[in-house]
């Protein structure tokens, strides 16, 4: 499938030329004309969405150069449209190189202003292309293309280059380049058909364009101008040893095969051999556009657009299958691995069970072991103990074999005369308070006994007195009688039993109250 169609209009002529896989070929010849106009456009309809590259060259590109201060933006732009109104019609196809800056005073911009004034012959072939929607990639200039083509034959370098091509009409064109940058250009048509007046007439250009750029100041008298001529070897044999070469105009002939060659470029025969040299140029070199106008070049952005989209589209696409086959790769090593982990943890737990089977039997469960360790620990931080408040109970009573103990109710309040509530729930490890301060709190002690044996109620009134006596002895306590076997007043009640041997007894209850005093 052919990717480009390459146009070469020579002012006289329009030929266009395929680009298909990197080579030119299918070249047809459109004469100007209504005839010629309808036979293009028929051609383009046969090539619907193919980009059109319009290469011309023509008599009526004219140039100027021009200096202008160094500015930037809105301004910048204002200046160079009154330079280019200055010399050009508004209507032209009119174009701008910037060419570096003075070396010198305020350092002003170097422009080469360029224009195609001859736009009527261009038109009725652009229009066709406008018609069908052809992608034009732009409208190029054989002189400005020419600045590429000095860089790949190595010829940039050169001070003061003269590069002359010769068209199939016989016409030569003649561009003049100082440092690399295109300074202006000129065509010349021949006054008589075949090679024979080829060496006059390059002998005789070459020294009217050195003497232009004398006088202009251009090329100074003591420096040479180096013309370099390519051409066919029909037209290298003509001109050799036939060009008035001195010390200030060298000649130099290249053979636009062996050159082609060089750079890849195989020149198809039956092809005008320079056309077909800058046609390859144009459609392997990214140029930009020189000429065409917005509005001419719309499909082209239009499609390029397209092509972005569409190529990013598949890169999208590309990638997330890319993504998609990377995902279930990890996916599948991850599963690799979290079987990994399992078979390792499975031969943990059957190593863990064979070694529990070595140890002795334990004298209860785990669980129930941890209770009883969570139990001890909450006993011990939250309970008091009422062993030392017994011990000192029991001193007094450890020489009085007639006192026997029946009930001891302990418990610890902050108050001497608060009772304990029995009804209130017991607490437990997971929902036990910090206690009080014990240095705080009163233990308070209950004691229920009896006189035993019983003699006389004095008497055993007498031994709970004395142990009452003895208990209240004890630093920081306090001895409350609840009852007594003998007591005075009016609630007083005489208690005793006579057990069936004829043991008789007396009971009593006492209130201890013990804070131990601070030492």
Known sequence: MVSKLLVYHNGKT?????????????????????????????????????????LADVIEEDFHLETIPHLWGSSRKALINRKLTQHFRADSYRHVETQGRESEGRKDDRLLLSALTGDENLKPWLDAALEHKTPLAG?????????????????????????????????????YFHGGHLKFSRLTYANAVGLDPLPAMVNEESAKIQQYLNNTRLLPRDEPLHVHFLGDAAE?????????????????????????????????????????LFLQLLARQRVANHYARRHETYFWRFNLAARIMRQSGIAMVCLGALSAVYNVGMMLKLDQQTDAVGAQIKAVEEETRAIRATFPPLPATPDAMKAAVEASSFVRGHFYSPEPLLALIGQPLAGRPDIQLNRVDWWLAPTPDLAPDKN??????????????????????LLEGEVKPFTTLGNANAAVESLGAALGGIPGMKVVPVSLPLASGSQTQLRGTTDAAGTASASFTLKLVYRPEAP
Not at 14 to 31: I, M, Q
Not at 251 to 259: G, Q, V
Not at 429 to 442: G, H, S, T, V
């Open 139 to 175: 409208l190029y200039s054989v002189p400005l293309l020419s600045q590429a083509l000095t860089r790949k034959l190595g010829l940039a370098h050169l001070p003061h280059l003269l590069l002359v091509t010769r068209q199939e009409s016989g016409a030569l064109r003649q561009s």
């Open 14 to 54: 329009t030929a266009v030329s395929t680009w298909h896989r990197g080579r030119l070929a299918g070249r047809r010849v459109f004469e100007p004309g209504a005839e010629g106009y309808a036979a293009f456009s028929a051609f383009l309809g046969q090539h619907p969405d193919i980009p059109l590259y319009f």
């Open 424 to 445: 209130a729930p017991r607490s437990g490890p997971a929902d036990a308070q910090a206690p009080p301060a014990a240095d705080n709190l009163y233990q308070i002690a």
């Open 236 to 276: 290298r044999r003509a001109l050799e040893g036939k060009c008035a070469a001195t010390p200030l105009l060298q000649f130099t002939f290249h053979d636009l095969a062996e050159t082609g060659a060089r750079f890849h470029y195989p020149l198809p025969a039956g092809q005008p051999a320079s056309e077909a």
